[in-house]
């Protein structure tokens, strides 16, 4: 491990730099009042003059935010015999008039900040070195400390890790922070890979790794990416509950992100199929979580697991054939329409032709759906019968409109999404047909088996979640998948997936037809998995599924104390034999060991001593929902106020929380509580619990709690 040096408490160069500060706040106010003076802003007429105009003030209104924060870092390069500094922030600032210019972050100049390499190459081909990296820390226009993080003359300093432990040393807060100024070497080198290739990243809770989802996604949008160039308007965030995707994207305004969406691939899956109406359930996850029997936990998991299958992209495709051509058996077309000079023409479509042509649609698997595909067959195979130059062919075709539209509502008459789904997999013998060649006997009787009967439905209409993919493939097959643009569909310019572990083959092969090629980010930690019924086996098979994918590693943890991360390893040992989990070397309290008493005065005692510490933020995780309900009430006699996060639509808002481990998935908070950390909640027995208890006992950066009324679990003893 590098040893650290501490920054010296005067730097020599500290006045230098504020000096350089000084002058690169007054040339970034220079240029805002010259943004904002709209009579220096003349065009050739006056509409001209209010474009440029207006477009100055947008000018103006994006720099002004970063003049108390020009930068954060600072490059001695030499190029070309030259040596000259360079200036790191989070915005662009180009002084046309001085040496007060910025490189923005995400430039590939500006990535010579994080990376270990000391030459690179211009974009103009010349070679240049680097020399002096240095962290400068900057606040409302005022230089507080100067740090040097390599130097060519002394090598690497030790100052990264140590700018990096005085920032994880910081209380948690309501919504993701950007890392702009403390990313680590491993973490720049990810989050710039190449564009236009998949990529699948893996890391350990606490590896930064949504984080990184969000920078990659403001690297993208760089003009420097050119054609992988990504529009916020068309990427998209899937997260794996709402509570962490509205806690995650409070990060967006400081990344440059306005306009992304992020949401939960249910929410967008029900949205894109115009279930909004319907309840979302998951009723396997009900299940792991409250039923004792293993038999039945096993078989829930087995057919969740089968219905993401990839393998069901192909039943569904078998399906839809199989009903177009049966809808097509006897249907034909024939119509008179009006040529140009006054004749008629009979254009005829008989089934045999029909069928020929709509076997050319099936063969190609059109991106754009098989309806829009078999609208487009007919219609050239009608104007082919009469010979017309194109402008000719266009009124022909305005009277084949109608007809056209018609025909082909009767090639997929009866085929809607989440009815045809249901019906797909509500009927054997339906199944049966759709699956022959496909899928083995032992896989259609897991497929039409009911492991889930003791689960209680929802009064009104619903949908589970396990059912969506099979529902998405249907809609993806018959119409296409992408973004809405008014009627249209447009592919995502880029998607990003969190807790990638928890999507199946079977989405990820749709997300797929959805978005450009190559550019999926996928991220996630298998030792997270609690969601692995409607995931990937492994990151192998994440790969297979999306055809192509590049697959990168983060190696540490940066959330927590070596104390927690410690523990948190050590539970994730028991069922992952490489999950040792490596962390930052920074001390922290030791994990209070709470028995003895009732959970919700436990609890309450923890809660206190943390907050007598200084820690604000506090979670206290429960094994289910119904334990979060009433802890929180319980508490509340213990003069402990706390907001119980029980569902998705709940806002997580700071301060002292209770919530399912479920739902704190991916969250961080100053201090964590396990309420119930014992073998009766947590199953040694059983990897599922372990799995849970790993994902409890690693959301604390600075303090851990485990309570248990008698003895601890076993792990945390």
Request: with cysteine; proline share 4%.
């Amino acid at each position: 491990m590098t040893q650290l040096a501490a920054p010296p408490i005067h730097h020599p160069d500290f006045e230098a730099e504020a000096a350089h500060l000084s002058g690169t706040v007054s040339a970034m106010l220079q240029q805002i009042d010259a943004w904002e003076d709209r009579s220096r802003t003349n065009g050739a007429d006056l509409e001209t003059s209010l474009v440029m105009q207006d477009t100055a003030e947008e000018h103006a209104a994006t720099l002004s935010p970063h003049v108390h924060k020009p930068y954060f870092g600072a490059l001695m390069v030499r190029i070309a015999g030259k040596t000259q500094p360079l200036y790191v922030g989070n915005h662009a600032f180009k002084d046309l008039k001085g040496p007060h210019s910025v490189l923005s972050w995400e430039s590939e100049v500006g990535g010579l900040f994080y990376a270990q390499t000391l030459p690179w190459q211009t974009p103009r081909g010349l070679s240049g070195t680097v020399l002096r990296r240095r962290q400068l820390d900057v606040q409302d226009k005022t230089l507080h400390g100067v740090t040097d993080l390599y130097d060519a003359e002394t090598g690497e300093t030790g100052g990264r890790e140590a700018v990096l432990l005085k920032r994880l040393s910081e209380a948690a807060t309501a919504g993701m922070r950007n890392v702009v100024e403390t990313l680590q070497p491993e973490q720049n080198e990810i989050l710039r890979a190449s564009a236009g290739v998949h990529l699948c990243i893996q890391g350990p809770a606490g590896s930064g790794k949504t984080t990184m989802l969000y920078h990659r996604l403001a690297w993208l949008l760089h003009p420097e990416r050119r054609e992988h160039r990504a529009r916020p308007e068309a990427c998209m965030v899937l997260m794996p509950n709402q509570v962490l995707a509205r806690y995650s994207a409070r990060i967006l305004p400081s990344l440059h992100l306005e306009g992304v969406t992020v949401t939960t691939p249910e929410a967008w899956a029900t949205s894109f199929l115009g279930l909004e109406k319907l309840e979302i359930v998951d009723r396997t996850l009900t299940l792991l979580l409250t039923d004792a029997s293993k038999a039945r936990r096993k078989a829930a998991w087995r057919k969740a697991r089968a219905l993401g299958d990839l393998s069901m992209l192909r039943v569904v495709r078998q399906y839809l054939h199989q009903r177009i051509r049966a809808n097509i058996a006897s249907l034909k077309y024939l119509a008179d329409v009006s040529l140009p000079g006054g004749s008629k023409a009979t254009l005829t479509l008989d089934t045999p032709a029909l069928q020929a042509l709509v076997e050319t649609v099936l063969a190609r698997d059109p991106l754009e759906g098989l309806r829009i595909a078999v609208r487009h067959q007919i219609e050239e195979a009608l104007l082919a019968q009469v010979r017309l130059d194109e402008d000719e062919l266009a009124t022909v075709r305005r009277q084949l409109r109608a007809d056209i539209t018609q025909l082909t509502g009767k090639v997929v008459t009866g085929l809607l999404p989440v009815l045809s789904a249901r019906q797909l997999l509500s009927d054997e013998a339906t199944l049966r047909r759709a699956a022959t060649g496909i899928l083995p006997e032992r896989t259609l009787q897991v497929l039409l088996s009911d492991p889930l009967a003791a689960v209680a439905r929802p009064r009104r209409s619903y949908a589970d979640v396990t059912e969506l993919p099979v529902m998405l493939a249907m809609a993806a097959l018959l119409d296409g998948l992408g973004r809405r643009v008014g009627r249209e569909l447009e592919l995502y310019d880029h998607l990003a997936l969190d807790e990638a572990q928890d999507y199946s083959p079977l989405l990820y092969a749709l997300l797929i037809r959805a978005t450009r090629k190559g550019h999926i980010t996928a991220l996630g930690d298998k030792n997270q998995g609690i969601h692995g019924y409607k995931g990937v086996a492994d990151f192998g098979e994440m790969q297979a599924a999306l055809g192509s994918a590049r697959l990168m590693t983060l190696s540490r943890t940066y959330r927590s104390t070596r104390q927690i991360t410690e523990l948190s390893s050590k539970v994730a040992q028991t069922y992952n034999r490489t999950g040792a989990v490596v962390g930052v070397d920074r001390d922290g309290e030791a994990v209070l060991r709470l028995t003895g008493d009732t959970v919700a005065a436990l609890c309450a005692q923890a809660v206190k001593a943390m907050q007598q510490a200084g820690h604000v933020n506090i979670a206290v995780v429960t094994r289910r929902v119904s334990d979060a309900e009433q802890l929180a009430a319980d508490l509340q006699c213990h003069d402990v106020d706390a907001q119980a996060i029980v569902n998705e639509q709940a806002r997580y808002q700071g301060q002292v929380v209770v919530m399912p481990v479920n739902l704190a998935k991916g969250l961080e908070f100053d201090g964590c509580i396990v309420a119930g950390a014992d073998a009766a909640h947590y199953d040694p027995a059983v990897e599922y619990e372990a799995r849970l208890l790993y994902v409890s006992t690693s959301r604390g950066m600075h303090a851990l709690a485990v309570v248990a009324e008698e003895e601890l679990h076993p792990l945390l003893s």
